[in-house]
Nanobody, 124 residues
Framework: QVQLVESGGGLVQAGGSLRLSCAAS????????MGWFRQAPGKEREFVAA????????YYADSVKGRFTISRDNAKNTVDLQMNSLKPEDTAVYYC?????????????????WGQGTQVTVSS
């Protein structure tokens, strides 16, 4: 069992930056691949970024590639999402997710555990 708690959301102007963090409970954090997803009002939850258990492999949605960076610290049980050059269309609730086995996936249905989410609002 893994419990996930996101933080770092807020209101930012277009072009600005935010850093989201996800803190995980449990001793086996390094056994999990981690992902970030987002959901805007009236839309389905969509994949943003994912990282393997070691951090050696990362994967991004085309919409955020080159602007967002996912990273993890297995000693601290955290996974971060650095978001730069934010756009109004990035506005959404951002969720952290974990999948046992250490790999990484882009489909929400493949993840085992989810956080409660943190709101990111980008004003134009």
């Amino acid at each position: 069992q893994v419990q996930l708690v996101e933080s770092g959301g807020g209101l930012v102007q277009a072009g600005g930056s935010l850093r989201l963090s996800c803190a995980a409970s449990g001793r086996t954090f390094s056994s999990y691949g981690m992902g970030w997803f987002r959901q805007a009002p009236g839309k389905e939850r969509e994949f943003v970024a994912a990282i393997s258990w070691s951090g050696s492999s990362t994967y991004y949605a085309d919409s955020v590639k080159g602007r967002f960076t996912i990273s993890r610290d297995n000693a601290k049980n955290t996974v971060d999402l650095q978001m730069n050059s934010l756009k109004p269309e990035d506005t959404a609730v951002y969720y952290c997710a974990a999948v046992y086995g250490g790999s990484y996936y882009s489909k929400a249905t493949q993840y085992d555990f989810w956080g409660q989410g943190t709101q990111v609002t980008v004003s134009s």
